[in-house]
Every structure is written in structure tokens, then in C-alpha cells.
């Protein structure tokens, strides 16, 4: 009997855990823009908001995220590997792309609006000026188990009384911080937090 429990007590020990990491293999693929706007046609910009993106999906601690360069046969180049097409997002590329990578979920955001509103109120001899922006952002999902794509939206608003505030092409070379601390920036990250929060809630109801 003795012998028994040691030797229970010892494979015990060697043999591995049987729970194995069922965390959810993901790709951030990139920033399809749907609005006729130069600053959300730059690729910086684009590159940015990808990377806000994929930095809340890492922050959720739910998945393994898979890099740019684990792709196989995936043509890159610095400004467009995060620009995409409406091409880009179809069903048919998205199970090819999932397919050959071994990837369960693919993510993208999607611009989907943005406006300016000027305004100024006087009152005698004062004055006062107000600079509201709307941005409208979508933050898409497909599954390769039922090939289906969910998106949720989310918006970003702000207010403000500096006439200079958009993200410029000179910033880049600054890197991130300069865009995520930039008024395009603050406001592509709420609303990419806000539909992204409402996608991740969708989807843990589609796995339970």
C-alpha cells in the first residue's frame, strides 16, 4: 500500500497538466477608413489606431494575439500592411487568411464617421469659441468556427477652444505618443474602447 502511494504520488508529479491553454489566437488586421477626411486617409493615422486597438484586446488578458510577422504568404509593406480595402474584410479572405495562420478571431476597426462643429457666442464686447468633434468607430470581428462577422459601434467626443488639434503628418516621426496624446487620437480611443468593450461582451456570449 505504501509503495502504491508513493508511486501514485510521483507520476503525480511528472505528468503534465491536462488543462492546456484554451486562449482564443487573434489578429489585429488593420484600419479600413469610410470616411472622405485626409487626416483618417493618412497612414500613420491608421497605423495608430490599429495599434489602440490591439493594445485594449492585450489589455483584456483573454487572448493570444498573433504579430504581423507570423503571417504566412502575407505581402507587407510599411504604409499600407494596416490600410485596408472593403476587399480586404470579405468573408472569402477572411477564412483563407484565419485558415492558413490558425487563427480563431480576426479583429479591424472601421471610421465610420467624423464632423467638426464650430461655434461662437457673443455676449457684448466678449467673445467665445467651441470646437466640438464627433467620431463614429466600428470594431469588427470574425469568427473562423461559423464564419460570421460581428461589429459593434462606439463614439468619441470632444470638445475644445484650440483651434489646433488634429494629428499632422510631421507627428509620426514622434511615434505613438505623439498620436495617442493627440485630439485624433483621444477620441479614436474612446470610441474604439466603447465598441470594442460591447464586442468582447458579444462574444463571451457566444462561447458560453
Not at 461589429?151 to 470638445?159: A, H, I, P, W
Amino acid at each position: 500500500m505504501y509503495k502504491f502511494v508513493l508511486t501514485f504520488f510521483a507520476l503525480f508529479l511528472i505528468t503534465p497538466p491536462i488543462c492546456a491553454n484554451t486562449r482564443d489566437t487573434i489578429y489585429v488586421f488593420g484600419y479600413l477608413n469610410s470616411v472622405d477626411n485626409k487626416t483618417w486617409q493618412n497612414s500613420h493615422v491608421g497605423f495608430g489606431v490599429k495599434n489602440q486597438l490591439k493594445q485594449i484586446l492585450f489589455d483584456s488578458n483573454q487572448f493570444t494575439i498573433k504579430e504581423e510577422k507570423e503571417l504566412k504568404n502575407r505581402e507587407q509593406t510599411s504604409n499600407e500592411s494596416w490600410m485596408l480595402s472593403k476587399e480586404s474584410v470579405t468573408i472569402d479572405n477572411l477564412k483563407m487568411m484565419s485558415k492558413k495562420n490558425d487563427i480563431n478571431i480576426i479583429f479591424w476597426v472601421e471610421v465610420v464617421s467624423f464632423g467638426k462643429l464650430n461655434s461662437k457666442l457673443f455676449i457684448g464686447p466678449f467673445s467665445s469659441s467651441s470646437k466640438r468633434t464627433n467620431l463614429v468607430a466600428k470594431v469588427c470581428m470574425f469568427l473562423s468556427s461559423s464564419h460570421e462577422i460581428t461589429c459593434e459601434l462606439g463614439v468619441g467626443k470632444s470638445r475644445r477652444k484650440s483651434s489646433s488639434f488634429l494629428f499632422t503628418l510631421k507627428d509620426h516621426r514622434q511615434g505613438r505618443k505623439v498620436f495617442d496624446g493627440s485630439m485624433v487620437g483621444k477620441i479614436s480611443n474612446k470610441a474604439i474602447s466603447d465598441s470594442a468593450t460591447k464586442l468582447l461582451e458579444k462574444l463571451e456570449d457566444k462561447l458560453r
